[in-house]
Nanobody, 118 residues
Framework: QVQLVESGGGLVQPGGSLRLSCAASGFTFSTYIMSWYRQAPGKARELVSSISSSGGTTNYAASVKGRFTISRNNAKNTVYLQMNSLKPDDTALYYC???????????WGQGTQVTVSS
């Protein structure tokens, strides 16, 4: 059965760092585009970053570019999001998503909470 399990969230002070992980199972991870989304209370879910199946192409939302880095390890079926210089506006529930473009099949994780506050 398909599973995406996020971890690494928590409470951090402004300017701090966190590294999120999303461990995948139940599908051929290396063939899927992986993305991180976030949703703050009262706001729509937004795309934070995505990475191609090989890891060779990455994209970032303007609000996180230069501060966040997405990466993946296909041998470990895991995608990461390194978040530096965190701001209170980064506070949200962070989700990972897997997308197989040929069929538009997609899977979502349950989310991990990131809170940036002093």
């Amino acid at each position: 059965q398909v599973q995406l399990v996020e971890s690494g969230g928590g409470l951090v002070q402004p300017g701090g760092s966190l590294r999120l992980s999303c461990a995948a199972s139940g599908f051929t991870f290396s063939t899927y585009i992986m993305s991180w989304y976030r949703q703050a209370p009262g706001k729509a879910r937004e795309l934070v970053s995505s990475i191609s199946s090989s890891g060779g192409t990455t994209n970032y939302a303007a609000s996180v570019k230069g501060r966040f880095t997405i990466s993946r390890n296909n041998a470990k079926n895991t995608v990461y999001l390194q978040m530096n210089s965190l701001k209170p506006d980064d506070t949200a529930l962070y989700y990972c998503k897997a997308l197989y473009t040929a069929s538009s099949t997609n899977y979502w994780g349950q989310g991990t909470q990131v809170t940036v506050s002093s």
